[in-house]
Nanobody
Framework: QLQASGGGLVQTGGSLRLSCVASGSTVSDYVMGWFRQAPGKEREFVGALSRGGAGTGYADSVKGRFTISRDGAKNTVYLQMNSLKAGDTAVYYC?????????????????WGQGTLVTVSS
């Protein structure tokens, strides 16, 4: 089970850190992904972290602004979001996949959190 949190209202240029806590499983056993879905749009890939934690991949739209990391002791994955833009407004979801390579395809992930809303105001 995945529990995402940390969303909220932030001004353009601000920062937020989202958390995804796993229970009943170990995050290091999965590829951990972050996705987002804006109103009226399809769910889109934000970034992913490899099983070992050494590899990451990001969508071009967030590269250089967002960073995914992991705290094994807390069994938690984070999405640090900096220089936020209005276009980043969406519900953010974390996902876990029994994968060996990073993927941006949501249907490859096996478990999903409930989502947390991020609103960036201009």
């Amino acid at each position: 089970q995945l529990q995402a949190s940390g969303g909220g209202l932030v001004q353009t240029g601000g920062s937020l850190r989202l958390s995804c806590v796993a229970s009943g499983s170990t995050v290091s056993d999965y590829v951990m992904g972050w996705f987002r879905q804006a109103p009226g749009k399809e769910r889109e890939f934000v970034g992913a972290l490899s099983r070992g934690g050494a590899g990451t991949g990001y969508a071009d739209s967030v590269k250089g602004r967002f960073t995914i990391s992991r705290d094994g002791a807390k069994n938690t994955v984070y999405l640090q979001m900096n220089s936020l833009k209005a276009g980043d407004t969406a519900v953010y979801y974390c996902a876990a996949g029994r994968l060996w390579v990073l993927t941006s395809q949501p249907n490859r992930y096996d478990y999903w959190g409930q989502g947390t809303l991020v609103t960036v105001s201009s």
